[in-house]
């Protein structure tokens, strides 16, 4: 049974940075494409950014561009995925979700295991 876990998250001001990261476990990590959702508050939930299989491609949402950064653990023993947030702005606030899936897509359809989700907020 593959498990998905986003540790942290948490309170930051406007321009500040935050790390969020990502456990895979029950799998094998190299197997998956890795995504950040989130949602926040009275908003469907959207894409974030993704990494390929190999950590070689990357692909953002507009809205993160330039300021967000997926990388993922080259040692495939730690299994984990990180989102490294920078220039936080106020309507970054969302739960962000960590997904893996085996299409290197932006649609949630295309991710099979979630994590529970984590809180960021930032306030101005």
């Known amino acids: 049974q593959v498990q998905v876990v986003e540790p942290g998250g948490g309170s930051v001001q406007a321009g500040d940075y935050l790390r969020l990261s990502c456990a895979v476990s029950?799998?094998?990590?190299?197997?998956?494409?890795m995504g950040w959702f989130r949602q926040a508050p009275g908003k469907e939930r959207e894409f974030v950014t993704s990494?390929?299989?190999?950590?070689?491609?990357?692909?953002?949402a507009n809205s993160v561009q330039d300021r967000f950064t997926i990388s993922r653990s080259r040692d495939n023993a730690k299994n984990t995925v990180y989102l490294q947030m920078d220039s936080l702005k106020p309507e970054d606030t969302a739960v962000y979700y960590c997904?893996?899936?085996?299409?290197?897509?932006?649609?949630?359809?295309?991710?099979?295991?979630w994590g529970q989700g984590t809180q960021v907020t930032v306030s101005s």
């Open positions: 997904a893996a899936g085996n299409l290197f897509t932006a649609f949630e359809r295309d991710y099979e295991y």
């Open positions: 029950g799998g094998s990590f190299s197997d998956y494409v």
């Open positions: 990494i390929n299989w190999s950590g070689t491609s990357t692909y953002y």
